[in-house]
Nanobody
Framework: QVQLVESGGGLVQPGGSLRLSCTAS????????MGWYRQAPGKERELVAS???????KYDDSVKGRFTIFRDDAKKMVYLQMNSPEPEDTAVYYC???????????????WGQGTQVTVSS
């Protein structure tokens, strides 16, 4: 069974910085795309940033220039560096990964349990 576990959430002041981490474990042959999503109260879950196995990244317009996604394939981890967060970034952040369990296996999407990020002074 594959698990994704997030860490690093908490309270951060506007203009500060915070780094979220996500570790994948279990039966993993390869990890294709990895990403961070968020869901604020009363809103739908939305993509924040994603990164493919070749390093290509994609960001929501609201976080471009402030957030950076990067990955460490040796450690099976993905990170979200949040610089200059704003109150509007307050949400539960979820890690997401497209993982293959074997060479001939189809890729499956897995989700972490979420970590709360609150941006407030």
């Amino acid at each position: 069974q594959v698990q994704l576990v997030e860490s690093g959430g908490g309270l951060v002041q506007p203009g500060g910085s915070l780094r979220l981490s996500c570790t994948a474990s279990g039966r993993i042959f390869s990890i294709d795309e990895m990403g961070w999503y968020r869901q604020a109260p009363g809103k739908e879950r939305e993509l924040v940033a994603s990164i493919k196995s070749d390093g290509n990244t994609k960001y929501d317009d609201s976080v471009k220039g402030r957030f950076t996604i990067f990955r460490d394939d040796a450690k099976k981890m993905v990170y979200l560096q949040m610089n200059s967060p704003e109150p509007e970034d307050t949400a539960v952040y979820y890690c997401n990964a497209e993982i293959r369990g074997g060479f001939y296996s189809f890729a499956h999407i897995y989700w972490g349990q979420g970590t709360q990020v609150t941006v407030s002074s």
